[in-house]
Each structure stands twice: as structure tokens, then as C-alpha cells.
């Protein structure tokens, strides 16, 4: 090659510079959009998936209030006062009486007043018997039994009992469901019936529901007064 001239036969090598993919923006946008769905698409299916809800069924039981007494209606369904005089045989000095006098106590109707002042050994209070079935109620499904409770000091407390047709007894104290009961106040005492169900008195033959006092529960002296005795029962919807 001479003067700076090329031989026709030879090729000459023209640098470029870098070389460039041949796929452009164009072309990897949709790659990478469908690349995007995917990822979303597997974390979607993969998430934690919540229980499939259910739609509540029918409650398995409903309650009924049954009233034992309210002492307002005739007398054998009000109940009877009993003592035991102990075994010296004196004679208990002891106040059962069914009365709406005392306007202090602000209850609408008849309420039972118990009032005593016990030597020892001697036991008393009172009775709603037979609960209307020679043979029994059946508890088996009662919840509660409950009452409102009046103390004229404010620290009176008393033995609630069941007794079954066969003489057989279960029995609380008042004292561990409402405390110390405040003077002169109303005050809703509510027994599970569980309580009951540990102790011997055959649930299904219930013959009646008594308030007891005696010198260990009660103490030597006191009065309480006592309204609207209930039970509260597990029947079948509907019924």
C-alpha cells in the first residue's frame, strides 16, 4: 500500500463500538409484566387461608324462669315456717311471717320476714314443699336457683337446701355467693345448680327448697328478709 492507499483486495475492520442486545425495551416489557402476574398470582394462592365460616345453627338449649314463690299467692304455695328445739326442748324463739307492713323495705307485695335469736343445737326456718308433684321435680336441667335477700344489720347469712322425695339433702350457704350483704338493700342471690349437684340429693325427684337458720351459719340472733324464690331451667327451643 503506498500514498495511503487501500488495496482494493483487502478488507479493512471499521471498530463500532460496544454491541448492543438485540432485545430493546420494547421487547422485555411484556416479559417482565407477565413475570410480575406470576409472582403475584403463586403469593396470592400460597397465602394463609382462613376456616370457611359457619353459619351458627339453632341455640342447643333456651331458658324459663319458674317461680317457686313470690308470697303473693295462696298459702300452701308460700311455704311454712319449722324449728327444732334442740335437746334441752326449749322452746325456739322464732318469727316466720309473710307481710307487706314495713314500707322501709320497698318491696312491691308480700315478703317473707325470718327473725330469730337461737339457743344451741336449736334449728329453724322455712319450707316451700312438694314443689306441686307428689313424686318430685325434676332438676336434672335446672341452671339456678335465686332469690332476693334483705339483711336488717347487713351480715345475716343462711343455709339454702333441697331436699328429694327419700329425705336425701344438699345445701349451700348464702354467705358464699353474696358476701357480706349490705344493710338495707336489696340483693339478688344466685346459686349454680352444680353447686348442688355434687352432694347427694337425687336432682330428678326434688321435694322441696327450705331457707334454714342455726347458731353455726347464722349466728345467735338476726333477721333477713327473703322475695321472689326462682328457678331458672334449660328447656328445648320452643318449648
Keep these: 500500500m503506498a500514498g495511503g492507499e487501500l488495496n482494493?483486495?483487502?478488507?479493512?475492520?471499521?471498530?463500532?463500538?460496544?454491541?448492543?442486545s438485540r432485545f430493546g425495551i420494547r421487547e422485555i416489557g411484556p416479559l417482565l409484566i407477565v413475570v410480575i402476574i406470576?409472582?403475584?398470582?403463586?403469593?396470592?394462592?400460597?397465602?394463609?387461608?382462613s376456616p370457611p365460616s359457619e353459619e351458627p345453627g339453632p341455640p342447643e338449649f333456651a331458658r324459663k324462669t319458674v317461680v317457686i314463690s313470690?308470697?303473693?299467692?295462696?298459702?300452701?304455695?308460700?311455704g311454712f315456717p319449722f324449728s327444732y328445739s334442740g335437746p334441752q326442748g326449749h322452746q325456739v324463739d322464732f318469727e316466720a311471717v309473710v307481710e307487706d307492713k314495713d314500707e322501709a323495705i320497698k318491696r312491691d307485695g308480700n315478703y317473707l320476714k325470718l327473725r330469730w335469736n337461737l339457743e344451741e343445737l336449736q334449728y329453724c326456718g322455712w319450707g316451700i314443699g312438694q314443689l306441686r308433684d307428689k313424686n318430685g321435680l325434676d332438676l336434672t336441667n335446672a341452671e339456678s336457683l335465686s332469690m332476693q335477700v334483705l339483711g336488717a344489720d347487713g351480715n345475716?347469712?343462711?343455709?339454702?337446701?333441697?331436699?328429694?322425695?327419700?329425705?336425701k339433702e344438699a345445701s349451700v350457704v348464702s354467705r358464699r355467693y353474696t358476701g357480706r350483704l349490705p344493710q338495707n338493700t336489696w340483693t339478688e342471690l344466685v346459686i349454680p345448680f352444680k353447686d348442688f349437684e355434687q352432694q347427694e340429693a337425687n336432682l330428678a325427684s326434688i321435694e322441696n327448697v327450705s331457707i334454714g337458720i342455726s347458731l353455726p351459719v347464722s349466728g345467735k340472733s338476726g333477721m333477713i328478709f327473703i322475695d321472689d324464690i326462682k328457678l331458672v331451667l334449660r328447656v328445648s327451643p320452643g318449648s
Design 8 to 20: 482494493g483486495k483487502e478488507k479493512v475492520h471499521v471498530d463500532k463500538g460496544p454491541q448492543r
Design 156 to 167: 345475716e347469712s343462711f343455709e339454702v337446701k333441697i331436699k328429694d322425695t327419700g329425705g
Design 70 to 78: 313470690n308470697f303473693d299467692g295462696q298459702m300452701d304455695e308460700r
Design 38 to 49: 406470576g409472582v403475584v398470582a403463586v403469593t396470592y394462592w400460597l397465602r394463609p387461608k
